[in-house]
Each structure stands twice: as C-alpha cells, then as structure tokens.
C-alpha cells in the first residue's frame, strides 16, 4: 500500500536560512505525491505536486521538491525561510483507490 | 467569493447531540471530501462524492453520514456525538476523482463535552 513517512515532527530554522522538510514514500508503482501547508487554523493549501514529469518540481512561495526514486524521497526545500512560512507541512500521496494518504506533518518554525 | 466554505467554524456540543456541518463550492468541481484531523494534526480521508455519488467511503461509524444535495454541496449529519468525535473536519474538492488538486475549506472545529 501507498504511503508516506515525514520523518521530522518539527523542524526550527532562522529567517533568512534554508529549510529541509524530509518525505520518504512507499509505493509499489510510480507515484503522484505532493506537499501541502496548513497555517495555523487554517484550511489546507497545494504547495506543489509531481506527477511523473520533471523530477524537480516548482511550487510557489519559493518552494521546490525533489522526486528521487534510488532514495523513495521526495523532499521539500526553500533557500531562504520568511517568517510567513512558519505552519505545518504534509507530504501526500495519492493511491491507487484515487485516494490521497496523508503524512504525520512537519511543524516548520522560523525564528527572526 | 471563498472557494470552498464550512458552516459553522466552531462547534461546542455534548456528548449524544445530533449536528450537521455543511460544506458549499463555488468551483464548479465534480468531486468533493470529507476529511478528519485528530488531534495529532492526523489528517485521514473520510467520504467521497462524484457528481452526487459516493465513491469513496472509508471505515467510518455509521454515526457520520455524509449527504450531497447538488454537486456544489456535501455536508456531514453526526450522530449521538461522542467524546472521540472531537476534531477538526476538512471539506475539500477537485475539480473531478482523479484528485489531482484539491481545494480545502477552512476547517470546522469540533468539540463534544
């Protein structure tokens, strides 16, 4: 079965400095896995998705992630946190039963 | 103009009270989610509708039942509420089942005392 495993609960970074949010996933075909954010009693938001193209995925505010498949990773990256991205992350992946599965989240903190 | 909307934002109740939360969109999708998240920020997919019709139903009580009137509207009726029923619920839509992109509403909060 599909999953996904976030392998930080928390991750604390200073302003201005890059931000590594870990994803490992589990599939027994080609994924589509994305990134979500949810800011504090807020609804969730798509950061991106990679859906078998590039490998290297654009998603807004400056965040990006990295499909590799030698690794089951799919990692989310940013060079420079900005106090607004303070929330947390949930990496996702989609199953077979057109279902999406849902990581445990990050809480991302961002100090000035 | 929200794109999807929850009523109510906050639901206090006690335990065995019967309530309903409901969920509109105005993005013209076909498809449209219930989800539940705990209190460990767990977030798990409850009932699904297409057009109408229910495509996804997971192992939820048959306390929660879902209903969609119209493919813009799918709102959530629950049942002699317990204690574990407090949660945040998550209504959502894409624009049809093959999920590519879903749209979230801004939660409702649950309480049952």
């Known amino acids: 079965a599909q999953s996904v495993t976030q392998l930080d609960s928390h991750v604390s970074v200073s302003e201005g400095t890059p931000v590594l949010l870990r994803c490992n996933y589990s599939s027994s075909y080609s994924p589509s896995l994305f990134w979500y954010v949810q800011h504090p009693n807020k609804g969730l938001q798509l950061l991106l998705k990679y859906t078998s193209a590039a490998t290297l995925v654009k998603g807004i505010n400056g965040f990006e992630a990295e499909f590799k498949k030698s690794e089951t990773s799919f990692h989310l990256t940013k060079p420079s946190a900005h106090m607004s991205d303070a929330a947390e992350y949930f990496c996702v992946v989609k199953t077979g039963f057109q279902k999406l599965v849902f990581g445990t989240g990050t809480r991302l903190l961002v100090s000035p | 103009d929200t794109a999807v909307s929850q009523t109510p934002k906050y639901l206090v109740t006690q335990m065995g009270n019967d309530k309903s939360i409901k969920c509109e969109q105005n993005l013209g999708h076909d498809t449209m989610y219930w989800y539940k998240q705990d209190s460990k920020k767990f977030l798990k997919i409850m009932f699904s509708?297409?057009?109408?019709?229910?495509?996804i139903n997971e192992t939820v009580p048959n306390r929660f039942s879902p209903k969609s009137p119209d493919k813009a509207h799918l709102n959530l009726h629950i049942n002699s509420l317990e204690l574990g029923d407090s949660a945040v619920y998550f209504c959502?839509?894409?624009?049809?089942?093959?999920?590519?992109?879903?749209?979230f509403g801004p939660g409702t909060r649950l309480l049952v005392l």
């Open positions: 509708y297409n057009n109408k019709e229910l495509i």
């Open positions: 959502a839509s894409s624009q049809d089942r093959s999920q590519e992109t879903q749209y």
